[in-house]
Structures are given as structure tokens and as C-alpha cells.
């Protein structure tokens, strides 16, 4: 019989899992950081740099089930989450300096942006054996 989730799908769910997970308790923190007046460029760049560290070792793991050395990877993996954050700043500054929609929304669309760029560079460049 086949088998109806493939290695590949796997990967998709499991780094959704550690993202979803990750990006609620953020997303949660964010919104209480900027209720309690932290400006929101400050409080996206504190929380995305927490969960750039946690997502290392959730997705090293877990979800890539990655056995190469952290020095192998890391390079990698910092200028990955380096491009997403550039993403993330774009997305904000356009959205919300510029069109002024509400920085909450704009960041709840990033986050899926963001995810999506990362999962490719995760799989495609960071996480990829190396010869």
C-alpha cells in the first residue's frame, strides 16, 4: 500500500508544527509588548531574533532531522533568517509607515510570508547535506 504521506509532506507539517508553535507564542508576546508600549519595530526585532534561535533547533532536529555539524549550518541558517527579516521590515515599512494599515495585521501576514521563504531556504540551503 502507499503511503500517503511522503518524507517531503512530512517535513512541511513538522516545520508548520515548530512554526505554528513558535509564531503563537511570539505573536502573543509581540501583541503584549506593544500593548504595553514597546514600539512594534523594537518588539519585532527582539522577538525575531529569539525565535531565529529557537527555530534553529526545533528545525535542525525535528524537523530536517539534520546530523551535520552546527558550523556547517549556522552561516546558512543566520543569512536565511537574515532575508526573512528583511522581508518582514519591507512588509512593515510599506504596509505600515506607508499605507498605514494596522502594524497586528501586517505582522499576522508576514508571519506566513516569511514561513513560506524560510521553509524553502531550510530545505533547499540550509539543511541540505553537504558534499
Known amino acids: ?13 513538522r ?22 508600549g514597546v514600539p512594534y519595530m523594537i518588539a ?9 534561535i529557537m527555530g534553529y533547533f526545533g528545525n535542525k532536529k525535528f524537523t530536517f532531522d539534520d546530523t551535520q555539524q552546527i558550523h556547517k549550518t ?10 526573512g527579516y528583511i522581508i518582514l521590515y519591507a512588509m512593515l515599512y510599506v504596509f505600515v509607515e506607508r ?4 502594524h497586528a495585521y501586517v505582522q499576522l501576514v508576514a508571519i506566513v510570508v516569511v514561513a513560506v521563504y524560510l521553509f524553502f531556504m531550510m530545505r533547499f540551503v540550509v539543511f541540505k547535506e553537504r558534499i
Not at 7 to 13: A, M, W
Not at 74 to 83: K, M, R, S, T
Request: net charge positive.
Open 1 to 13: 500500500m502507499r503511503k500517503l504521506i511522503t518524507p517531503e509532506i512530512e517535513k512541511i507539517i
Open 15 to 36: 516545520f508548520g508544527i515548530v512554526g505554528i508553535t513558535s509564531n503563537a507564542v511570539g505573536y502573543g508576546l509581540y501583541l503584549l509588548f506593544t500593548w504595553l
Open 44 to 52: 519585532t526585532t527582539v522577538l525575531y531574533i529569539i525565535g531565529t
Open 74 to 83: 549556522i552561516f546558512w541558517y543566520v543569512l536565511a533568517y537574515l532575508g
Open 99 to 102: 499605507m498605514h494599515v494596522f
